[in-house]
C-alpha cells in the first residue's frame, strides 16, 4: 500500500471514531427535530373537552324533570351513570396512536368552581351550587341542575406526561 493509500484510511479510521461518540449520544439524548413537538397535541385537549361537552348535555337534559332538590344525590349518581359510557371510550380512544388519555372527575376543581363560579345575580333566583363527586348541582325553583362538571384530563405520549383540569358548564351556563 502506498503512503497516501495509507494516509486515506487513517483519516476514515479517525472520522469513524469520531462518529461513535456522536451518534451514541444522540441516541441517549434523544434527540427530536422539532423543538415543539414536547407539549401534549392541544387538538388532544380540544376533542376531548368538545366529547365531555356534548355527553354533558345530554346527561343535564333530564335532570331537572326527573329529580327535585331534595333529591339532588340521585341526580348527581345518574348524571355520572350517563357519563360513564363517554369517559370508558375517551380514555381508550388514542391508544392504537401510542397515547393514553385518563379523563377523570376533579371533585376539589368542581368544589372551587361551586364556591365562586356559580351562577347568580339579583335577576336570578337561584339557590345555592354544589359540589358532589366532581359534579356541580343548583337548586333553581326547587329543581336540581347540573351548572357544571368538573374533570381532570391526563395525557400520556412517548414524549411525555400532560394534565388539565377542564369545567365543563352545560349549555345556558357560560356565564
Known amino acids: 500500500m502506498t503512503r497516501r493509500g495509507q494516509l486515506v484510511l487513517l483519516a476514515a479510521a479517525a472520522l469513524a471514531l469520531a462518529l461513535v461518540p456522536m451518534a451514541l449520544a444522540h441516541l441517549q439524548l434523544g434527540y427530536d427535530h422539532d423543538v415543539h413537538s414536547a407539549t401534549v397535541d392541544d387538538q388532544i385537549l380540544t ?20 329529580y327535585d332538590w331534595s333529591r339532588r344525590t340521585a341526580a348527581v ?69 347540573v351548572p357544571a362538571v368538573a374533570f381532570e384530563i391526563r395525557v400520556t405520549t412517548p414524549r411525555g406526561d400532560w394534565r388539565s383540569v377542564s369545567v365543563v358548564r352545560t349549555i345556558g351556563n357560560e356565564n
Open 47 to 66: 376533542d376531548t373537552e368538545r366529547t365531555l361537552q356534548r355527553a354533558l348535555d345530554d346527561a343535564a337534559a333530564p335532570i331537572p324533570q326527573q
Open 77 to 145: 349518581t345518574a348524571v355520572r351513570s350517563r357519563l360513564h359510557g363517554t369517559l370508558a371510550t375517551l380514555n381508550t380512544s388514542r391508544l392504537a396512536a401510542g397515547t393514553v388519555l385518563q379523563v377523570s372527575y376533579d371533585r376539589s376543581r368542581a368544589r372551587a368552581w361551586a364556591g365562586t363560579q356559580c351562577p347568580d345575580g339579583s335577576a336570578r333566583q337561584f339557590g345555592p351550587c354544589r359540589a358532589d363527586r366532581g359534579v356541580v348541582v343548583q337548586e333553581r325553583a326547587g329543581e336540581t341542575h
